[in-house]
């Protein structure tokens, strides 16, 4: 009996790296704002930056504004989480509620990521 992996093979892994090259996270990390709150990379699946870009088209809205809004949501909601690691709250965006969630766990390393998406995201 070999003692490799009882799972067999991997038939295929898509790492983080990929999804954020192929758009479908995009990398908030180097932004003011996300980098004044997190200390770990952070990205948002493509839906979550939809959001984002829509509410840029209106006055007097930037994206460090925006995500100093989402994070400061994510922090009061982190607070009072029962599951440290996926934690649902809501942030209003150019006066719209926006119901979003937020995944810290290990990356394509064992280093943390966060991960801001949609509810019904995986």
């Known amino acids: 009996m070999s003692c490799g ?9 898509y790492s983080r790296a990929q999804a954020i090259e192929d758009g479908v996270l995009v990398d908030l990390s180097q932004a003011d704002s996300i980098r004044q709150h997190w200390k770990y990379p952070f990205a948002c699946t493509s839906a979550v930056w ?3 870009e829509g509410a840029l088209q209106q006055p007097g809205q930037d ?3 925006i995500c100093h809004d989402i994070s400061t949501m ?5 607070r009072s ?9 809501s942030v209003i965006i150019t006066g719209r509620t926006h119901a ?4 810290i766990g290990p990356g394509d390393t064992a280093a943390p990521v966060l991960t801001l ?6």
Do not use: C, Q, W
């Not at 998406?117 to 995986?122: A, G, N, R, T």
């Open 5 to 13: 992996n009882p799972f067999g093979e991997t038939i295929y892994s």
């Open 50 to 52: 939809a959001i984002i």
């Open 63 to 65: 994206v460090s504004g």
């Open 74 to 78: 994510a922090k009061l909601a982190i």
């Open 81 to 89: 989480a029962t599951d440290p690691e996926l934690v649902r709250f």
């Open 100 to 103: 979003l969630k937020l995944h």
């Open 117 to 122: 998406m949609l509810p019904y995201e995986d």
